[in-house]
Every structure is written in C-alpha cells, then in structure tokens.
C-alpha cells in the first residue's frame, strides 16, 4: 500500500487537524486515523488528540483472529469515552469532531468515520462515496464498512472544508484516470490548488493497493471496461430462469452446468481483475440505546424538535418517560412541580417589587391600591424610598400612602430604570446614562454596541443587557467586555428580561415562550432551566434575601437561588 498525505492546518487556535499512522510490528495490520476539531473551545485544546491516542492504544490491545473485531472493541471503549465526557458536561466537541478510522490487514479494509469527513472509494475513471448506515452526522461511532482492497483501488479520505476545493477542480477525476501514482504525480495534481487548500484546515489523505506499476494484458483491460460483472450475473440468471421455467425438475441439468461453466470461470477472472470493494456494513452495536440515538441529535438547535418529536412517537411510555429524563439531564432541566406559592394579587398585574407590591399600568397594590394620575411602567426601591417610572420621562414617588411626582427627567427617551448603590441607571439610543436624582452623566466611554431595541437591563457593578436578538452583553468601567448567547435547548428569541444582582453569582433570563427560568454562571455557561407546569404565563422575576420571586399570571412563586 501507498500513503499520499497532505495536511492543511492553519495556525488558528478554534481548529486543529491530528492524523496517525500506526504499523504494526507483530502482524500485517496497520492503522490510519484522520482526524479535525473545530471552534475548539478554551480547555478542551488536547480534546482531538487524547482521542487519537485512546483509539491506538485501545486498537493495540486488542489482536483476536477477526481485526475487524478489533476495531469494534476499540469504538465501543471510544463511545463509552464519549458518554462520560458528557455526563460530565464536556459537550464542546459535540458536532464539531470528525474522525476516519481504517483498519487494513493484507487486503482486508474496514472502516468507520463519525462527522463531516468524505470517504471515496476510486475506482477506474469513476469513485463512489462510502457512508456508514447512520448517514446522520453524528457523536458517536455507528457502524463499521468491510470489504478488500486489491490492485488498482484507491481509498481517498477529505476533510470537510477540503471537499468543497476538492469536488471544484475535480482532483478525485483525474486521479481515477490515472494507472500509476507516486508522490511527484500527486504532487503534480495538488501543487495548482495548494494555496486554496491552504487557506482551510483539514486533510487530503490517499490510499493506493498499487506498490509498483504493473503492466496489464491489453485484452483484459478491454474487457474490465466494456464487460461488467454485474451483466455477466444477469446475463446467466435470465438464462437459468428460461432454462428452469422449461425443465419441470428442480435443479440444473448436465447440459445446462456444462454450459455455465466458462462464464463462470470467466466471472472468476473478472472479479479477480477487477476493483473489489465489498461495502458490507457490521454493526458496532445491534440496537442503538435511546441515549446514543438522542446523543446523535444537537438539542441546541430548533431543527432537531421534529427528530425528538419522532423518537416520542415510536417510544412506548416507559421509553418516553426514559427520553424525558435523558433531555432533562442534557439540557439541564430543573423540574419543580411543588414550588411554594408565595402571594397572589387579586387584580391582574405585569410586575413585582420586593414580594409586595404588583403593578400594572395605572396601578400600584400592596394590601391597599394607590391610584396613579400617570402609567406606570416600572417601581424600584432607591434609597429607602419606593419610586415609579411612566413613559415618556417621570419619576414618582409613593410616600404616605400617595403617588406623587418627583422629577420629570432632562434625558430623551429613557428606558429600563434600573437602581443601583446610590444612582439609577437608564438606558437611552447608544448612551447609559447614570442619575443621582441630580445630575446625568453618560456611563458609557464609547457608544452602546447593541443595534438593536434594548429589552432589559441589569446591574451588579457590571451592567447587562439584552436586547432584541436575545443576545446578553456585559459592561464594566464603561467599556463593553464580552457577550453571551446562551446554547440552550429548546433555543429561544423571546426573552422578556435578565437579572441578576451583588447577591448571586448567577444570572437569571426569563422565558415566557417556553415557561422556563434559565439560569447561567456570569460567564454565559448554562447552570440549570427551572420548569414548572405552573408556569403558564410567566410575567416577570425578582431577587430578595437569596430567594427569587416568580410572578406567574397574577400569582407569586418563591424558590431558593
């Protein structure tokens, strides 16, 4: 066998490209592993090459009479690997990790891919792609192909983002038009697009059954071309079919055996002659547990529901019951059915403040309602004092027992009050602006980097923002320091508001589409999804003494942070 390698990998810390190349002394096997990781994340920086490292040495261990066997017992080890990664919440690799593996011994193949990598069998001017039975990308190693490889096939392995290059400028034609290869002829072929396929990552990897050209006999290549293997077989069944239909025996008769013996041996010599690739697929497993087959869905993504929705339905009740835990478990959904009620209003609210107060429009109402003369679009405590905003540009104030006026705000248009230490903060076109009840200054040292209408607003010394795109940001000193999408399942672009405060280390975004709390670390990596079937009309959150207060219709729920 002949290796022809050309590895492409770019010097950007979000891809990696590993490849192996194992010969075996102590027998005639040898092992090729190909291997790219993209949008690496932050610690998982060795995730592609401790995972090259596990398939050798576990393929090393096992030598029984079947290779193929081998290789088996090998991606079982790497699938268990794999799960416990995940349970372990090390899901940055899920979909973006593509491997090949192929396993030779003499002329015996087999191989398995998991991911985007291309795998093409080449053959005399024309090539076939081979895929595993689970033509789904997926996480996990499915099934393994087997056949024979002799003289004259070609086994070419390409990288994703290779491919599309690749397919473009048709290497894969002009390689199956060629009876001899060695490294100046390959080179030859890749040299014109080098640079184009130096400006992706991946590998070009090709595996060639010729060591050395040999002369064919002209005949025979004449005959390879023009006479397939698949007419000689149809050829002899129509004419056994004819034969048996006629002859009411069951069976073949002398004359007939005498006259299928030359095309036999000549489909003998054909097969020998030609390219033989047996795709033959043996499953690594018989039966795919539910975990493996959610495994091999993204839940992060919308598009995945209808493949959850078809693992419901061919579910019974007991295995329905087992997906819904699995879900739970992946996207970290926190049920609480028995949550505590803490408050109900009588009258329909939007808001709350402090577990007391609830608020809508025109109305604010504790054991009492205080009739405002103005819209009431938010209440917040500052310094001791209960305050209210209404749109356009008024504070009020309730104090004894009374809404009245207190500042009509010099800022245009602004929005999302939100108290903090001894200043409140507002949100106006591109600006913050901070406000003593005084004076207005702009926080900001450079414009707002949101482009779109502000939602929410939060602060804890930092201050957050979402906006319209779901997107939360983070600013500290006046400067913007990073930005979160939260990779939540379901995904969601309806969020109504975050919050956070001095008295978590989390941050919390409220979900009324999907009647679900999320809740993240302020780096943006999901803690927990707090769901309840009570949570039918989700309004609006608040935290108090380490509780969060959950308004839910006109109704109150309290839980610990």
Not at 340 to 356: H, Q, R, T, W, Y
Request: glycine share 4%; charged share 30%.
């Amino acid at each position: 066998m002949q290796i022809f390698e050309f590895q492409f990998n770019p010097k950007v810390k979000t891809k990696k490209v590993e490849n192996l190349f194992q010969e075996f002394e102590s027998s005639e096997r040898n092992l090729y592993i190909i291997g790219d990781q993209k949008r690496i994340i932050p610690g998982n920086e060795k995730f592609l090459a401790n995972i090259i490292r596990m398939i050798k040495d576990e393929y090393a261990l096992n030598e029984p009479e079947s290779h193929e066997k081998a290789l088996q017992e090998c991606l079982v080890k790497i699938n268990d690997y794999f799960k416990i990664e995940i349970a372990r919440d090390n899901i940055g690799w899920m979909g973006n990790l593509n491997l090949v593996i192929v396993s030779q011994y003499k002329e015996e193949i087999h191989l398995t891919k998991m991911g985007k990598s291309k795998v093409y069998l080449l053959k005399y001017e024309s090539y076939s792609e081979l895929n595993n039975k689970n033509k789904k990308d997926s996480s996990f190693f499915g099934s393994i192909i087997s056949g024979r490889m002799v003289y004259g096939d070609r086994l070419c392995v390409i990288s994703e983002e290779l491919n599309k290059i690749i397919e473009k400028k048709k290497v894969l034609e002009e390689i199956t038009k060629l009876p001899f290869l060695d490294q100046k002829i390959v080179d030859e072929i890749i040299e014109p697009i080098k640079k184009d396929l130096g400006k992706s990552s991946g590998t070009f990897f090709l595996l060639d059954s010729k060591d050395s050209p040999k002369k064919k006999n002209t005949l025979m290549e004449e005959i390879e071309i023009d006479f397939s293997i698949k007419e000689l077989y149809y050829s002899i069944k129509r004419f056994v079919d004819k034969k048996t239909k006629k002859t009411p025996k069951i069976g073949i008769n002398e004359d007939l055996k005498n006259l299928l013996k030359p095309l036999i041996a000549l489909g003998l010599i054909l097969l020998v002659g030609s390219f033989v690739f047996d795709k033959e697929e043996k499953e690594i497993v018989k039966e795919l547990t539910v975990e493996e087959k959610l495994a091999q869905i993204d839940i992060t993504k919308e598009e995945s529901l209808p493949l959850l929705a078809e693992l419901y339905n061919e579910a019974d009740d007991e295995t329905a019951t087992e997906i819904q835990e699995i879900i739970d478990s992946m996207a970290k959904i926190y049920r609480i059915n028995d949550i505590s009620k803490s408050k109900d209003f009588e009258e329909n609210v939007s808001k709350i403040l402090l577990n007391k107060y609830g608020y809508d429009n025109n109305l604010v109402i504790s054991s009492k309602k205080y009739e405002s003369s103005f819209p009431i679009d938010l209440v917040f405590e500052f310094q001791n004092r209960i305050l209210l905003f209404s749109k356009p540009n008024k504070l009020l104030e309730l104090k004894d027992d009374k809404i009245t006026e207190l500042k009509q705000l010099e800022i245009e248009a602004p929005n999302n009050p939100t108290p903090y230490l001894n200043n409140i903060y507002f949100t106006n076109n591109k600006e913050i602006i901070k406000y003593d009840l005084n004076n207005y200054t702009n926080w900001l040292k450079s414009p707002l980097k949101q482009s779109t209408d502000i939602i929410s607003m939060s602060v804890d010394g930092h201050i957050w923002i979402l906006d319209q795109e779901n997107k939360i940001s983070k600013y500290y000193l006046g400067e913007h320091r990073a930005d979160i999408n939260l990779n939540i399942f379901p995904s969601s672009k309806n969020f109504i508001q975050i919050l956070t405060s001095t008295q978590t280390d989390y941050i919390f975004a409220l979900d009324s589409l999907h009647n679900r709390i999320i809740v993240a670390d302020k780096d943006g990596k999901l803690v927990k999804q707090i769901w309840s079937e009570k949570f039918n009309n989700l309004k609006h959150i608040q935290i108090s003494n380490n509780k969060l207060y959950i308004l839910n219709e006109n109704t109150v729920y309290e839980t610990t942070i």
